[in-house]
């Protein structure tokens, strides 16, 4: 199983949009230690073209690139791996495509069981959530903070998810979330590679910090 990034950022695309490369160009420049290309729309043609262009503006930066729910997709472009969700198929399957060190994440909501269960099955890292509301899934049902410290014992990576921002983040890093994921707080501003700073920033260490 590869090496995670450092903590940080994971920053997961909005699409489909025109300036999907640009953007995501300026969230690596922002701090992501991972991308996941995230479109569930149904034309492939221009989700291959995507993920391959992803794929290199990754490469570039030496940042892993994941897709959301096609490991087919994943498999096709040579990314890190997959992110799986409730209804998408399972880790065995994933990793069986993509080989014994893809990255495979696995969407666990609010459940630990679940979780055991997916790093039983090989999953590479865990995400919970929502903890607050998300514009991207409006409907999710909220998880508390205190899952990331109940979730500690797993040993994977465990990922925050869900209407994260700058101003509520900190709480989930201090409950121990190795990485938050942020849609709408990285990709929904005019200034993509700012927002991107401003979520990276809450794993810096005070005495890194510039003064202000």
Do not use: W
């Not at 040579?78 to 969700?85: K, T």
Request: aromatic letters at 6%.
């Amino acid at each position: 199983m590869p090496d995670f990034p450092s903590r940080g950022l994971y920053a997961i695309t909005d699409g489909p949009r025109p300036d999907l490369l640009h953007v995501a160009q300026q969230a690596l420049a922002g701090g992501a230690r991972l991308l996941q290309y995230r479109d569930l729309s149904a034309d492939q043609p221009r989700r291959l073209a995507e993920a391959q262009a992803l794929k290199r503006v990754c490469d570039e930066r030496g940042v892993p690139l994941l897709v959301n729910g096609d490991a087919a997709l994943a498999q096709a472009v040579g990314a890190a791996g997959v992110h799986l969700g409730e209804t998408t198929e399972d880790v065995a399957s994933a990793r069986e495509r993509l080989g014994p060190r893809a990255l495979v994440g696995v969407s666990c909501f609010g459940s630990l069981e679940r979780a055991r269960a997916m790093v039983a099955a090989g999953a590479s890292y865990v995400s919970f959530g929502a903890f607050f509301p998300s514009p991207t899934l409006p409907h999710a049902k909220l998880v508390l903070p205190d899952v990331m410290r109940q979730s500690a014992a797993l040993g994977v990576p465990r990922v925050a998810i869900g209407g994260i921002t700058p101003e509520n983040g900190a709480i989930l890093v201090d409950a121990g979330a190795d990485y938050l994921a942020a849609i709408s707080a990285v990709f929904g501003h005019a200034d993509v590679r700012a927002a991107a700073q401003r979520m990276a920033g809450l794993y810096r260490p005070p005495s890194s910090e510039s003064p202000r």
